[in-house]
T-cell receptor, first 114, second 111 residues
Framework: ETGVTQSPTHLIKTRGQQVTLRCSSQSGHNTVSWYQQALGQGPQFIFQYYREEENGRGNFPPRFSGLQFPNYSSELNVNALELDDSALYLC?????FGQGNEQYFGPGTRLTVT | KQEVTQIPAALSVPEGENLVLNCSFTDSAIYNLQWFRQDPGKGLTSLLLIQSSQREQTSGRLNASLDKSSGRSTLYIAASQPGDSATYLCAVSNTGNQFYFGTGTSLTVIP
């Protein structure tokens, strides 16, 4: 059984650019959630995808968008990057409404916006 | 909106001590609660999941309890070890999808 993987590990972008982060869910999981974690804070929910459809969204602007693919992997896209977007981006997979919806997290992608 | 608070923000204890981390939440209509561990700059490792119908869960030296009516959970760590040093995060979900996190308790276990 493979765990949740994310790529890239680190990324440096310039303000105004666009970025795509990738996540492969744990084997057998059909739900992927994305979180943003600023330094010293707890993770903040961005959105969740279930069977390729958005299934809940947190308080993030539309320039944060996502996709889920038939193999349940997922992408997070952020347009028009701002300095405040610098954070650790975490992906979590789960089996929707099974096993209590326990979330399993990947190692994260550290995004720095300059 | 669900608000999650963790107290204390930081804790330093000598090796071998038993300790309790606290988590409180404002909306008691939760679906489940999950405790995580996070090492500096790393992702989150799931420790224990408590579903809304459960009162506690145990794994090795860890025991988590849940009191929905009072909006509280505790994580008990027995016989602490230096390897337990990390930030511990509590997260609750009202619907089964969106999780609300506290800001964590930073634990240091001194050898």
């Amino acid at each position: 059984e493979t765990g949740v993987t994310q790529s890239p590990t680190h990324l440096i972008k310039t303000r105004g650019q666009q970025v795509t982060l990738r996540c492969s869910s744990q084997s057998g999981h059909n739900t992927v959630s994305w979180y943003q974690q600023a330094l010293g804070q707890g993770p903040q929910f961005i959105f969740q995808y279930y069977r390729e459809e958005e299934n809940g969204r947190g308080n993030f602007p539309p320039r944060f968008s996502g996709l889920q693919f038939p193999n349940y992997s997922s992408e997070l896209n952020v347009n028009a990057l701002e300095l405040d977007d610098s954070a650790l981006y975490l992906c979590a997979s789960s089996l929707a409404f099974g096993q209590g919806n326990e979330q399993y997290f990947g190692p994260g992608t550290r995004l720095t916006v300059t | 909106k669900q608000e999650v608070t963790q107290i204390p923000a930081a804790l330093s204890v000598p090796e071998g001590e038993n300790l309790v981390l606290n988590c409180s939440f404002t909306d008691s209509a939760i679906y489940n609660l999950q405790w995580f561990r996070q090492d500096p700059g790393k992702g989150l490792t799931s420790l224990l999941l408590i579903q809304s119908s459960q009162r506690e869960q145990t794994s090795g030296r860890l025991n988590a309890s849940l009191d929905k009516s009072s909006g509280r959970s505790t994580l008990y760590i027995a016989a602490s070890q230096p390897g337990d040093s990390a930030t511990y995060l509590c997260a609750v979900s009202n619907t089964g999808n969106q999780f609300y996190f506290g800001t964590g308790t930073s634990l240091t276990v001194i050898p």
